[in-house]
């Protein structure tokens, strides 16, 4: 497809369980990011892939969340044995850094998780 | 940290009112971008201006910048309620290669 798409649309899953979000950017895009939105509340950013280089991960909250990128294109966000606090929006963005000046973010519609 | 700081949180104008909203940051950019994102999903890029631009126009938005104050503002004009959203100003700091730093929006409201 044309733009970034991220699968499920939805996911509910039980305290203590593990859970793979999925993100397949745009061709092309080399960098790739991970934000989690919690009702309400801005982009908190998690993870950053751009090439080859090793992944930017500050912004992981716990040992429990990791992420890889394989092949430089498709990425996976897991989270494991969730607690309710992950509950949230989860948003990937590619984009094609090196730019510049002229550096625009492209989102998905985001992966909503509920823990329940 | 959070870099892009929006004000206000919420606002609630009249259809066909003007909208303004503000952000504020903490270091250095290439550029600052807004964002829109409906219903709490996927956001939507509006408008990026760059470090060495003062006002930029699209459409019936406007966006202004002070890098001496560290400052933004994006402007809607003619508001309709189809404009009701939240926005996000976004960062792209000077840094090498970082992420894009996003505010916690400013959630408007148009009422027909």
């Known amino acids: 497809g044309a733009g970034v798409s991220q699968s499920p649309s939805n996911k509910v899953t039980e305290k203590g369980k593990d859970v793979e979000l999925r993100c397949d950017p745009i061709?092309?895009?080399?960098?790739l990011y991970w934000y989690r939105q919690s009702l309400g509340q801005g982009l908190e950013f998690l993870i950053y892939?751009?090439?080859?280089?090793?992944?930017?991960k500050s912004g992981l909250p716990s040992d429990r969340f990791s992420a890889e990128r394989t092949g430089g294109s498709v990425s996976t966000l897991t989270i494991q044995r969730t607690q309710q606090e992950d509950s949230a929006v989860y948003l990937c963005?590619?984009?094609?850094?090196?730019?510049?000046?002229?550096?625009?973010?492209?989102f998905g519609q985001g992966t909503r998780l509920t823990v329940v | 940290s959070q870099q892009g700081e929006e004000d206000p949180q919420a606002l609630s104008i009249q259809e066909g009112e003007n909208a303004t909203m503000n952000c504020s940051y903490k270091?250095?950019?290439?550029?600052l971008q807004w964002y829109r994102q409906n219903s709490g999903r996927g956001l939507v890029h509006l408008i990026l201006?760059?470090?060495?631009?003062r006002e930029k126009h699209s459409g019936r938005l406007r966006v202004t910048l002070d890098t001496s104050k560290k400052s933004s503002s994006l402007l809607i004009t003619a508001s309709r309620a189809a404009d009701t959203a939240s926005y996000f100003c976004?960062?792209?700091?000077?840094?090498?290669?970082?992420?894009?730093?996003f505010g916690k929006g400013t959630r408007l409201s148009v009422i027909a």
């Open positions: 201006i760059r470090s060495n631009e």
């Open positions: 892939f751009q090439g080859n280089s090793a992944p930017d």
């Open positions: 976004a960062t792209d700091p000077y840094s090498g290669n970082t992420p894009l730093v």
């Open positions: 061709s092309g895009h080399t960098a």
């Open positions: 963005a590619s984009w094609v850094p090196g730019q510049g000046w002229n550096t625009e973010a492209f």
């Open positions: 270091t250095s950019i290439n550029n």
